[in-house]
């Protein structure tokens, strides 16, 4: 099976020990290629860093990365000179991840999640670079952000908001990106599923986070890139297509959409 993990964070603790040695077993296992993503300013630094490792490993530019500040770590939003800084760096595919979280943090900080995503952006308009949306409980902010959003792509990776958003989101010309949670039963992700067209659709991991079923009620603590496989497969059950057929149009789009 063909697929693309567009959103993993090998570059976070749960990885340490041994991202080397499963970026061969994803390789072999079908992952073409990974996207590493950065949730503030060392992580960022860090997922470059280990993208060079993992490729000169693997002798091909299997890793890639997005750099960026993630909403809930707005405090970071000082040294965004520091992601700046970053963006010569070939291996660098993507800005975000960015956007607005109301699940572990309250309303006061939305202003601070506001100056942090303009100034994402803005770096994206400059460097011709896709936007990673995070929307987490924010459907709101996003709505009225969505006129500031002009002449950027992006993907709302991670979606776990209803067909009438996903609707905005796709009429605008954005992605959508599925993670593990498709396959826990949740109707209203089943919804829009169903209703996405098929070249809108990117698959991901999260990893090591949002491990899929059946994995998951095995015992499965850690997610990793090859897992994405699990969302493909619900993808084409819910849509009622063949499994290689969603794993081959879903790579394709993650190859158009991110440069590949």
């Known amino acids: 099976m063909r697929l693309i993990d567009t959103h993993c964070h090998l570059n976070f603790k749960a990885f340490d020990a041994d991202f080397l040695s499963l970026a061969a077993k994803s390789k072999n296992l079908g992952v073409e290629k990974v ?40 405090d970071d939003g000082n040294n ?33 999640q506001k ?20 929307n987490r409980q924010a459907d709101e902010i996003f709505n009225q952000e969505m006129p500031k959003l002009k002449r950027v792509r992006g993907v709302f990776h991670c979606f776990s908001a209803d067909h009438n958003f996903a609707k905005k989101v796709i009429d605008l010309g954005f992605m959508i990106s599925f993670t593990g949670n498709i396959t826990y039963g ?37 997610n990793e890139p090859y897992l994405a496989s699990e969302v493909i497969k619900k993808i084409a059950k819910k849509k009622g297509l063949e499994v290689s057929f969603v794993a081959d149009c879903t790579t394709q789009n993650a190859i158009k959409f991110f440069g590949l």
């Open 186 to 222: 949740n109707k209203k992700l089943k919804k829009v599923i169903k209703k996405t067209p098929i070249e809108k659709i990117m698959v991901e991991t999260d990893a090591p986070y949002i491990v899929p079923e059946p994995q998951r009620s095995e015992g499965v603590k850690r």
């Open 115 to 134: 100056e942090l995503f303009y100034k994402h952006i803005e770096l994206a308009r400059n460097s011709d670079k896709p936007l990673i949306f995070h």
């Open 35 to 74: 996207i590493i993503v950065g949730s503030d300013s060392d992580s960022s630094q860090k997922a470059l860093e280990i993208a060079r490792q993992i490729n000169k490993k693997l002798k091909t530019n299997w890793a890639y990365v997005a750099v960026g500040i993630h909403p809930i770590h707005f």
């Open 80 to 112: 965004f000179n520091a992601i700046e800084k970053l963006m010569k760096d070939e291996l660098i595919v993507a800005i975000g991840e960015t956007g607005f979280d109301l699940y572990r943090i309250d309303q006061k900080s939305v202003p601070k």
